[in-house]
Structures are given as C-alpha cells and as structure tokens.
C-alpha cells in the first residue's frame, strides 16, 4: 500500500471512529452518592446527563450496612437500598444509567472523549468525573469475610455501631489518630494497631492520642487475623514480626476499623487533569471545577478530608451547577 493510500484509509477510519461516537451535553462518570445527585441536577436542568456507574455501581456506600446519618432517612437505611434510592430518583428525571468502566479520556480538546470497557465512545460538552476513592486494606481474607460485620474503613460512618464496645483502629498516621479519636469519645475502648514504634501524625495529633485515656497503642504490632462467629469478636496480632522476641496474642474486640489511606480512582484522568501526590484531583478554590474546561470533580475523587455520603451529595450538586453554567456561557458567547 502506498503512503497516499494509508493516509487516506486512516483518514476514513478516524472520520468512522467520529461517526460512530455518541455525543451527550453531559456525561457522569461514577455512581456513588456524588454521581447520582450529579445526575438528579443536571437532568431537572434538562442536561440529558448519562452516567456511567463504573465497576461498583452505587459506589462504597453499597458495601454499608446500616446508613443512620444521612438526612431524611430517620429509621436509619442499608447503603445498597440508599443507592438504588438514589438512582431511581436520577432515572425519574431522564439520567440514561449505563454500566461500565472508562478506560481511557481524551481531554484534548473542547469536545471531551471518553472510552469505556464495552468499546462505546462517548462525546460530551461536559463531563463531570465522580470516581470516588477505594480504601486501602490489610489484603487478609478476613476483612471480606467481616465485611460489614465489624470491618469498617470509616469511623464517622459506623463508629456509633460500637458505642460502648471495644474496637481497634489500624494505622499510625492523622487519619488513624483522627479515627482513634472520634471512636473514644463513644467506645469503652480503642486500641491503635501500630506497625512501627513511633507515630507518623502530626505532633497535635499525636499528643491527643496519646493523652486520651482509653486509648491504648500497640506498638510494632501487626495484624494476622480476626475471629468471631457471627462478626469480629477479636484480632491475632504478631508483635516484633520476624525478629527473635516475636509474639503472637489476641485482643477481644467488636469492630475493627482501617485507617491506612484512600486511593483516589483517578488514574485514567491523570493525563489531563492535575491532581495532588496522593491523586485526589485539584479542584478551583470552592468550586468543582478542574484543570480543563468544562470538566468537574465530585465526592471523594477530589475530597479527602471528610469522605462521607452527604459531603459528596453536596458536591455532585455543586458539580451539575457548575456544568450547567459552564454551557450557558458557551451559548452566550
């Protein structure tokens, strides 16, 4: 094949591959709690919005039993049933909910290009990315086998579950001393599994934990396991792992809860969009906007500091605001 010709045929197969893809006003990617109320906004703005719910549909939530602190839900609620709330309200109003995964971006230009999975392209004027973060685990089985049955990643979420028990916080950082914190203002006691012999939180921190009565630190300790029959009802730990005085002993408690950090689900965006070291996107002063015109961030994706439903409902209502005059002032131009 000569040169002319393959230019020409490439030339015919990106003009198909334009064809071929869909365009939407706006598209949402992620269905968490930011996603969802992302979409009830932008459709009863008649942005036609179609979201993408990615691979957990409903987001972290789902993996919540009992959900008592969201608004309007005085009888408390399960995370799943909260979800599928939430979607059947964003579908009551015209959101196109769709399952599947983005797999690569291309924030190039003025018209966004996202890929998913299933080979579909989509097109948007707007795009409001709402991928949220996953937690990081130990990688022990247990922690699938306990999950919502004493294993938990987040303190403020379920920490009242356990009002007057005892539990265990993993991590040495701020976040586990945060969460060691607000637990031992409800728990009888809270015990800080620690790898190291010292803390990696701030001093402030460290001088809370550390002057707070039923808090106990177990220090160079590691976790092997949990038991329990129907729930966590303690942990294996190995002290000093691998060294000649390695101990290994059980400490009976309720709940069990991870503080070792988030992974922000960005990846795929990393190309376009700015994000901090840790990959949390960078969004402009107190607004959802991004790096790229007409590209926006909600929930835990861009927030890490307080990680709850309701702060990330707030945000996606924030990011479909946000989008809708973003096009207003394209129209206006």
Known sequence: M??????????????????????VMCLIIGSGPAGYTAAIYAARA?????LYTGLQMGGQLTTTTEVENFPGYPDGVTGPEMMEDMKKQAERFGTDVRFGIATSVDFSGKIHKVTFDDGTVITADTIIIATGATARYLGIPAETKYAGMGVSACATCDGFFYKGKDVAVVGGGDTACEEASYLSCLCNKVYMIVRRNELRAS?????????TKNIEILWECQVDDLFGTNGVE??????????????????????FFLAIG???NSGVFKDYIKTDETGYIITEAESTCTNVKGVFAAGDIM????????TAAASGCKAAVDAE??????KNK
Request: glycine share 4%.
């Open 234 to 255: 303690g942990a294996i730990l190995i002290r000093h792992k691998g060294k000649p005085d390695e101990e290994k002993f059980n400490i009976n408690i309720d709940g």
């Open 262 to 264: 988030h992974t922000p």
């Open 325 to 330: 005059r973003y096009l207003n002032e394209l």
């Open 2 to 23: 000569s040169l002319f010709k393959k230019i020409n045929v490439d030339t015919e197969a990106a003009k198909s591959t334009e064809a071929a893809a869909e365009h």
């Open 203 to 211: 001093k402030a921190m460290q001088h809370r934990v550390m002057n």
């Open 303 to 310: 927030d890490h500091t307080y990680r709850q439903a309701i």
């Open 46 to 50: 008649n942005m036609k919005p179609v």
